[in-house]
C-alpha cells in the first residue's frame, strides 16, 4: 500500500514515520524535511494547493495521514489565513481527492474545538464551540473531512509531548535549566497526551481497516491518556521524574498562578478532558498510562542530554 504522511517532522508525524513503514511504501513530506532525510522524503508547503493535486496523483495513495496542522494558538489568532489553510482547507482537499480515489484518511484534532465550560468528560456528540482560531480552523478541518464522504478517522486529542519537537515537557525542562522561577497556571485541567502513544492508537486503527473482513469504522474519535491534570501539576510531575533521573538537580522554584494572571492572546478551555469510550469500544484502543509515558520521555530526553 502507498502511504503518503503530511507534517512527517512534527511531534506526531516523528512518531508515526516508523510505525506506518512496518505498513507500507511511505511518502513522507513536511514544509522543511530534516537533513538527514531519506529520498522518500519530499518538501510539501501545504498551501500550495496544485502541488498536492500532482503529489496526489503521483504518489497514489491508498492511505493518508495528515499529521502536518498550524499549531501556534496565540499566532493563529493574527495569521487567521494561514491557520485556516492548514487546519482547514487543506484537510479539506485531502478528503476530497480520497473520496474521489477510494482511499483512506487518518486525520488530528483538538480539544480546543470545545468551550471548556463542560463538567464531564466531552463526548464526540458534544456541540463543540471553539474559544480561539485554532480551535475553529481545526473544526472546520474536522467538518470538511466529514462532509466529503470520505472512509476517515479524526482523532482528537489533547496537550501532545514527546521528547522532541515544541511543547510543554522541553519548554518547563529548558527554563528550570535555566535557573528561572516558574508561575504555572492551575485554573485549566486537560489530559496531556504522548505523542508515541497517539501515533500507535492510529496504528491500531489502520492495522484494523486493514484486516479482511473486519468491521471497518469511520468517523471522530476521541484519544487522549489516562490523566486529567492542571498545567501546574503537569510541570510538577515534570520536574519530579526530572529530579529523579539526575536531569535536574532541584526542583525550580514552581507557583500556581490563575489563568488571569497569565494573559494569553488566544483564550484556552478551562476543562479540556476528552471521553475515550467511542474508540475504546469501536477499536479496543485504551488510553495509556500518563505515568509511565512521562518517565519515557524524561528517560529519553537524559539519554539526549
Ligand atoms: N501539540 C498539541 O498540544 C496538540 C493538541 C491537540 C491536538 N493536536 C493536533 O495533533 C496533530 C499533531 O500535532 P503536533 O503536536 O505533532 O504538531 P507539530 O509538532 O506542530 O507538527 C505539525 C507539523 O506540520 C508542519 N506544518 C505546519 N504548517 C505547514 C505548512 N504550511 N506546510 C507544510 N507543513 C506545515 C509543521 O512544520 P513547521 O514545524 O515548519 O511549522 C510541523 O512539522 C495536529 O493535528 C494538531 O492540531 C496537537
Redesign the pocket.
Given at each position: 500500500m502507498n502511504i503518503l504522511l503530511?507534517?512527517?517532522?512534527?511531534?506526531?508525524?516523528?512518531e508515526l514515520l516508523p510505525l506506518l513503514s512496518a505498513r507500507g511504501r511511505v511518502t513522507a513530506?513536511?514544509?522543511?524535511p530534516p537533513a538527514t532525510a531519506v529520498k522518500s522524503w519530499l518538501e510539501?508547503?501545504?498551501?500550495d494547493g496544485g502541488k498536492l493535486e500532482l503529489l496526489l496523483n503521483s504518489v497514489r495513495p491508498g492511505l493518508i495521514v495528515?499529521?502536518?496542522?498550524?499549531?501556534?494558538v496565540d499566532q493563529a489568532e493574527t495569521d487567521v489565513r494561514?491557520a485556516y489553510?492548514?487546519?482547514a482547507e487543506f484537510p479539506g482537499r485531502l478528503a476530497h481527492w480520497a473520496k474521489q480515489n477510494d482511499a483512506r484518511l487518518v486525520?488530528?484534532?483538538?480539544?480546543?474545538v470545545f468551550d471548556g465550560t463542560a463538567s464531564h468528560p466531552y463526548l464526540e456528540t458534544d456541540e463543540p464551540d471553539p474559544q480561539n482560531v485554532?480551535g475553529q480552523s481545526?473544526l472546520e478541518g474536522e467538518r470538511a473531512i466529514e462532509s466529503s464522504g470520505c472512509r476517515h478517522a479524526t482523532l482528537?486529542?489533547?496537550?501532545?509531548?514527546?521528547s522532541h519537537?515544541?511543547?510543554?515537557v522541553l519548554s518547563m525542562l529548558e527554563l528550570a535549566r535555566r535557573g528561572i522561577a516558574l508561575k504555572v497556571v492551575d485554573d485549566q485541567q486537560g489530559c496531556p497526551?504522548w505523542?508515541r502513544n497517539?501515533a500507535l492508537a492510529s496504528d491500531k486503527v489502520i492495522e484494523q481497516w486493514q484486516t479482511p473482513g473486519a468491521d471497518h469504522r469511520s468517523g471522530l474519535f476521541h484519544y487522549c491518556d489516562d490523566r486529567t491534570l492542571s498545567w501546574y501539576d503537569f510541570a510538577h510531575a515534570v520536574f519530579s521524574y526530572a529530579v529523579k533521573t539526575g536531569l535536574l538537580n532541584c526542583e525550580p522554584d514552581l507557583a500556581a498562578v490563575p489563568s488571569s494572571g497569565f494573559p494569553q492572546p488566544a483564550p484556552r478551555p478551562k476543562w479540556s478532558v476528552l471521553d475515550t469510550r467511542r474508540i475504546e469500544t469501536a477499536f479496543d484502543i485504551h488510553p495509556a498510562s500518563f505515568n509511565r509515558s512521562l518517565k519515557t520521555v524524561i528517560d529519553e530526553v537524559s539519554t539526549r542530554a
Open positions: 503530511t507534517g512527517a517532522a512534527g511531534q506526531l508525524g516523528t513530506t513536511d514544509r522543511s510539501l508547503d501545504i498551501s495528515n499529521a502536518a496542522a498550524y499549531t501556534a494561514t489553510g492548514v487546519n486525520h488530528f484534532s483538538t480539544d480546543y485554532y481545526k482528537r486529542t489533547s496537550w501532545v509531548y514527546s519537537g515544541k511543547n510543554f497526551t505523542a497517539l
